[in-house]
T-cell receptor, first 116, second 114 residues
């Protein structure tokens, strides 16, 4: 069964709207989660590392104020795309670091975000 | 910085034929290596991983990969492809000591003809 649940799977909204995406770890507690962005027919680019109880670590070039990450519990991290614009349209995927180091990530099914 | 190269953007094979997807990495030490598969509109599923030990690793769905240090490669193979294998395949590398921070290749799209 699924290890990571991501919701919603697809969202369409107007420009200027803020959109929240949830990533839940179903089978284990996750102190670390990751958020990726994937443009059509391209690879995954790591946006940020979400750390439970502390601030997220953002990759170079990712706007912290644009992509708000909250990891308030060991099973839930949220990514909020604030004041979304058409250029923010993309496929967003979260992953969970299952038991810490030396274990591969488990990925959610992704969220397709379309901004009109 | 670590990097991953997947030279083939798109590969087409006939069902039943063998498959090899290429992956080359750049990293100062022995990295952790992964192959993931992604179906359209879906997340990623781990096929197999290499951390250490036997350089030929077996994965799910009949896939295997061989780590060749001298060639900095980690090619994915399958002896007989099924139509359901059509998908996007990503090779990824992580720092030794933590499998968490992944760097992905650009992916290879596999098309299977009947």
């Amino acid at each position: 069964g699924a290890v990571v649940s991501q919701h919603p799977s697809w969202v369409i909204c107007k420009s200027g709207t803020s959109v929240k995406i949830e990533c839940r770890s179903l089978d284990f507690q996750a102190t670390t989660m990751f958020w990726y962005r994937q443009f059509p027919k391209q690879s995954l680019m790591l946006m940020a590392t979400s750390n439970e109880g502390s601030k997220a670590t953002y990759e170079q070039g990712v706007e912290k104020d644009k992509f708000l990450i909250n990891h308030a519990s060991l099973t839930l991290s949220t990514l909020t795309v604030t004041s979304a614009h058409p250029e923010d349209s993309s496929f967003y995927i979260c992953s969970v670091d299952s038991t810490g180091s030396n274990q591969p990530q488990h990925f959610g099914d992704g969220t397709r975000l379309s901004i009109l | 910085a670590q990097s991953v190269t997947q030279p083939d953007i798109h590969i087409t094979v006939s069902e039943g034929a063998s498959l090899e997807l290429r992956c080359n990495y750049s990293y100062g030490a022995t990295p952790y290596l992964f192959w993931y598969v992604q179906s359209p509109g879906q997340g990623l599923q781990l096929l197999l991983k290499y951390f250490s030990g036997d350089t030929l690793v077996q994965g799910i769905k009949g896939f295997e990969a061989e780590f060749k240090r001298s060639q900095s490669s980690f090619n994915l193979r399958k002896p007989s492809v099924h139509w359901s294998d059509a998908a996007e395949y990503f090779c990824a590398v992580a720092n030794t000591g933590t499998a968490s921070k992944l760097t992905f290749g650009t992916g290879t799209r596999l098309q299977v003809t009947l």
